[in-house]
């Protein structure tokens, strides 16, 4: 009959790694405490606590060492050790170049993110490269689409992993193209680039209402402002995709008013035939609904949220419904005065042209008809709306509805990409 192993002799693998961590919050606590109060003079006390800084981490350098070999597949957890070693790695006859104080804290300070690093590392969980792996697959399998943010403590969480791995495969999907960082470091799916910069864009869609007789040959454009929130854009790249347009032909630009061409081509939508082209409206809409729905696709643009294909799907689709409702209220065109014509027709566009293949144009193109909705809303008699005196735009909807686009968030839009 064998023995019985020596359990003393030879503790669990887990609770080797408990009591190495416990060792580590230990030395860290140590660190902290005995170079907490550095002086700066004389030169002899300076030096001094570079000395307490190497003795303090020396017996934990091996270690680290062995993280950098474990991190293999991930460049910037190698990075993130590799520079830790090099800060921290004391002359070999320990004499220093230039021992100045403001040296010593930055040599203090990477040995607290040394044992900081080290107490991460003893926690379980994927590693960085394996972490980098699921995030990648689960792009490839749609799981994540372009332009969604990525947060890190939420993929934390359903990976069982500490967030700063998670955070450090963003980065390595970052170098490689796969993911966004921000300058704040939020990530987010990489996009396809845009085929077109903003201003060029704007242009198109606003040919494209041209088109459509929104604004018909001869006819002046609305004032920048006005035109920017109608384009749920900024007023610098509504004046830029107007100079592309008074460049092409389709616009003159006079006295800083631009007017549609009289020789621009025109075939003016027919709304009673965009309304059957239409899904059907909504059994019962209150104005505070319609505004609530159109204000969403507006904040999804002007944060740059890109929600999922179905969720974009299904607000463009009630925006839709929502479209045909207030059209056959506002019909026939001939009772209304001609910018509330505009506005209907710029609603009726907008809700049939196709969606662009873009994700972040899509966003877009959705915010504009909501913003086409709120200038009907804001346009049409409410009774016409719903027929209810109960339903009737409030003073207060009625200010929101015809908000214009200026301070704060006119500032938002200006920083959307180009």
Known sequence: MSAAPNQSASPPAEHAVASREAQLRAASRRFQLDTAKLDPVPASRVLRGYHTVWDAVAPWL??????????????????????LLAALAEPVDRRIAQPTFDRLVTLRGKGVDLFRVLIEAEKPGPKVAEIADQIHRAIKDQQHWPGQRLAAHKIAVELSAPTE?????????????????????????????????????VARWLTALIEHGVYPPGRRLPRRPDLARS???????????????????????ASGHATVAATAAAQPLDVQSVITQLPPAPAAETAADIRRTAAAAHQLWLHQVVPSPNELRHVFRTLQRTTAG?????????????ETQTAVRRAAATAIAPLPASPQERTWRTACLGAALL????????????????????????????????????????????
């Open 231 to 253: 384009l749920v854009s900024s007023t610098a790249h509504v004046t830029a995709a107007v100079h592309q347009l008074r460049n092409s032909g389709l616009l003159t630009v």
């Open 375 to 418: 200038d009907v809303l804001a346009r049409v008699e409410p009774d016409k709306i719903t027929g209810q005196a109960l339903l009737r735009l409030t003073s207060a909807e009625r200010r929101i509805a015809v908000l214009p686009v200026t301070g704060k968030a006119d500032r938002q839009i200006a920083t959307l990409s180009t």
């Open 165 to 201: 791995r998670v955070k450090l495969a963003l980065r390595d999907l970052a170098d490689a193209g796969i993911v966004t960082l921000s300058s704040s470091g939020r990530a987010s799916v990489a996009a396809p680039a845009p085929a077109a910069s903003r201003p060029e864009t």
């Open 326 to 338: 207030l059209l056959s209220a506002a019909t026939p065109l001939t009772d209304l005065d001609r």
């Open 62 to 83: 091996d270690l680290a060492r062995q993280r950098l070999a474990e991190a293999v597949g991930s460049p910037a957890d190698s990075t993130r050790w590799q520079h």
